[in-house]
Structures are given as structure tokens and as C-alpha cells.
């Protein structure tokens, strides 16, 4: 063995870079100089024209980086190319500076890849919802109360509102920071309910809660007479899974009512989402859906920091893509807000597991432990003791978190 050993190093992190630096007593402006040489990034951008990308080719091998673009682009034999590019977080601040005077719109490209790299070393501080602000310093945990006769999950156990309601406060003293009540399930192939009944079911809950919990209820609905009735009642959230998609009155209810609103990536209706699951991009299309729906946002005056982001497990995802989703969640961390995550039994832990529906607890726990280390600030679960415990042991070791000595 040599006298001088050798190992990898794992820097995932500012913070990590930072750390080791540290350990061998590299000067505060050596630090500085160094930490961001010790991040490489693959950025992936679309659709460029080869002018523009042969100049970014240019520019990172000048840097010592590179960039990958499609056959035919020196030529410009082609119209258009994606591009990757591969450099530390140095290189490519560095190519931002000096993307700000060429021309083809590179200086807008600068601007979007400075914000990019900003959210992926930056993480939302907090959440703002209906009159208060959520800490996301550690993982929130949403509590599953569905008010259904037909969920895959609990469906019957809590359409009676009582029973509902002594549910939602075991929840609460078992951890949850959000109470997430749905009327109408969504599970692929449930039938669809109609507002009137939606209403019926979740209203005497969201009544019965008032006065006996401070913590947030969301209302999980795509129909904004839904949403609107229980934000009236009380609640501080409304949980789209259509993404804005599907009512297009729902825009202005979240806007108006400063609702926090959770924006969830699906296809089609819980009847037909299992038939549309063929993606160019899985990743890819999943965030220009997500974007699309930013858009629509935006246009409705719903300001960034109320939104959170659902990247939409098991909804027209199959079983090889909702694992994919969770090897590459930080991802989508490039639009800077919060992510939400909803693995909780779902059937692809039974896929994977060959288990039951009640079985699925410890893959559940996998699932959450995974998309913590991932990026994931808010874990909609049913088990909420247990993943509460499963959320904080992950971020405290994905964060390295200080404790006292034994």
C-alpha cells in the first residue's frame, strides 16, 4: 500500500465543498475561490439554433468545460439542437458573464441559466399559504384524509364526518403539518363525483376541524367551486392535481383567495391517465407540463411563493416511471419552489415489492427517505408518525445536521 492514501470524495453540495476545504485548512479566500471549482453540472438546454450553440461550444471549451450538441450543428446542416452542457458551477457563472454581449439572444440565455443555478444551490426558505408562512427548514408532512368511498387506500374508513375528524386530529398529534382532505378519488379508473357531492362530503370535516386545530387544511380538488367553498370554510390550500388544467375558473379562485396552491404534472381523467403514458421525455415533459402550468399562474396573478410544485407519482406514470421520478427529483429543483411528493402505497411499491396495499409501509418509507435526499420539502403520506420520523432522520443526514455529543 502506498503511504499517501486515496479516496473519492462525495460533493453534492456547496456546503460540502465548503466543509472539506475547511478540514484541510484552506484559507477563507481560497474557499471561496475553490468551492465552486468542486460542483460540475450537466445543464440540458432545448431547442437552440446551432449559431447559438456553437458559440456556447465555444465558450465552455474555452473555460475548460464542453458542451454536447447534436451531429450537424458546426455545419448548421440542421435546424435546431439541444445542447448540454458540462462544467463546475465556476465555468458556468463564467459563461454567463460572458454570454451577456453576444448576440442570437444568448444574453436572455445568461439570465435563465444564472436563476437556474441559483435554485439548485438555493432551496425555498418557507411556503406561503393562506395568511401564514411553512417553514421549510424541515420536511412538511401532509396528511392523506380522504373523505371517499372509493380511494385505493382508505376508501370507507372516514366517510362518516366524525370518524373523519378524530382521524385528522390523530394526524396532527402524530406530526402532520397539513391536513389534506379529499372528496373524490382519484385513483386511476374511480368514477367522477360531482361538486355537490364533492362538498357534502368534505364540508362537515373542514366545519368540524374550526376551532379544534391551527393546522392548515388543503383542499384536494381540481373544481373551483370546490375550492372555493372550503376556502371560505377555512382551508388554507388547494391541491390541483390537474395542475390548473382542467377548470378554467380555478386560476382566479387561487388568486383570489391567496390560497397556497400545489400544482400536480398528470394526463387525461383518472379514467383514461393509464392509456396516455408515452413519453419523448419523461423528465423533460413532465417539466414543460409544469411550466405550462407557471404560466397559467402567473397570467391569474398567483404570486411564485405560493406555489409548490408535484412532479404527479402514479398519476400516467408507470411503474418504471415513477422510479425514475425519484432517482432524478432534484431536478426539478431547477424551478426553484417547493416539491411535493406523493409515493405514499402507491402501486408501484406493490409492483416492485409484491405487496398488498397495507403492506407497503417500509417501500413507503424508502420512497420518502429517497425523495428527501432528492430535494423534496413537502411528503403527502398516510402514515404519518411513522414518515415524520422516516423525513427528519433523511434531512438530518442529507443536511448534516449538528447534534449535541453523546
Keep these: 500500500m502506498s503511504g499517501f ?9 456547496p456546503a460540502d465543498a465548503e466543509h472539506e476545504l475547511r478540514r484541510i485548512h484552506v484559507d477563507t479566500v481560497g474557499i471561496a475561490m475553490m468551492a465552486t471549482k468542486m460542483l460540475t453540472r450537466c445543464v440540458k438546454l432545448t431547442g437552440l439554433q446551432c449559431r447559438q450553440a456553437n458559440i456556447l461550444k465555444q465558450e465552455m471549451l474555452a473555460l475548460g468545460g464542453d458542451a454536447a450538441v447534436a451531429r450537424g450543428t458546426v455545419a448548421c446542416s440542421i435546424e435546431k439542437t439541444d445542447v448540454i ?21 444568448l ?50 374508513l372516514y366517510t362518516d364526518p366524525g370518524r373523519a375528524i378524530d382521524r385528522a386530529l390523530e394526524m396532527v398529534a402524530e406530526g402532520a403539518d397539513i391536513l389534506d382532505i379529499g372528496g373524490e ?44 367553498a372550503a376556502m371560505d370554510a377555512g382551508a388554507a390550500i388547494i391541491n390541483d392535481i390537474s395542475g390548473l388544467s382542467r377548470d378554467p375558473r380555478m386560476p382566479a379562485v387561487a388568486a383570489r383567495t391567496g390560497a397556497g396552491v400545489v400544482l400536480m404534472h398528470t ?27 407557471l404560466a397559467k399562474a402567473a397570467e391569474a396573478g398567483i404570486e411564485q411563493e405560493r406555489i409548490a410544485l408535484d412532479p404527479g407519482i402514479g398519476f400516467a406514470k408507470t411503474a418504471v416511471h415513477n422510479l425514475e421520478i425519484l432517482r432524478r427529483l432534484r431536478e426539478f429543483t431547477v424551478f426553484g ?31 420518502v427517505a429517497l425523495a428527501v435526499q432528492g430535494g423534496a420539502d413537502i411528503l403527502r403520506v398516510h402514515d404519518v408518525g411513522t414518515m415524520r420520523d422516516v423525513a427528519d432522520m433523511a434531512r438530518a443526514i442529507t443536511a448534516g445536521q449538528k447534534l449535541d455529543p453523546l
Excluded at 452542457?85 to 439572444?105: A, E, V, Y
Excluded at 417539466?287 to 405550462?292: D, H, T
Aim: charged letters at 20%; aromatic letters at 4%.
Design 85 to 105: 452542457l458540462i462544467g463546475t458551477d465556476k465555468q458556468l457563472h463564467t459563461l454567463c458573464r460572458k454570454l451577456s454581449p453576444q448576440p442570437f439572444g
Design 267 to 293: 394526463r387525461g381523467t383518472p379514467q383514461t391517465m393509464l392509456h396516455d403514458t408515452d413519453y419523448d421525455d419523461l423528465i423533460g415533459d413532465i417539466s414543460l407540463s409544469l411550466r405550462q402550468s
Design 337 to 367: 419552489l417547493p416539491l411535493l411528493v406523493g409515493s405514499s402505497r402507491k402501486s408501484f411499491i406493490g409492483k416492485v415489492l409484491n405487496r398488498e396495499t397495507g403492506q407497503r409501509i417500509p417501500g413507503t418509507s424508502a420512497t
Design 185 to 228: 378519488s382519484t385513483r386511476p379508473g374511480a368514477d367522477p363525483v360531482s361538486a355537490e357531492d364533492e362538498l357534502k362530503r368534505i364540508m362537515p370535516v373542514i366545519a368540524g376541524l374550526a376551532g379544534k386545530t391551527s393546522c392548515p387544511i388543503s383542499i384536494d380538488t381540481w373544481k373551483s367551486a370546490v375550492a372555493q
Design 107 to 156: 444574453p436572455a440565455l445568461a439570465i435563465e441559466l444564472k436563476q437556474v443555478l441559483a435554485h439548485i444551490t438555493s432551496r425555498p426558505a418557507s411556503w406561503r399559504i393562506k395568511q401564514r408562512e411553512l417553514s421549510l427548514e424541515r420536511p412538511l408532512i401532509m396528511g392523506i384524509l380522504n373523505v371517499t368511498p372509493d380511494s385505493f387506500s382508505d376508501g370507507s
Design 5 to 13: 492514501p486515496a479516496r473519492v470524495l462525495h460533493i453534492a453540495t
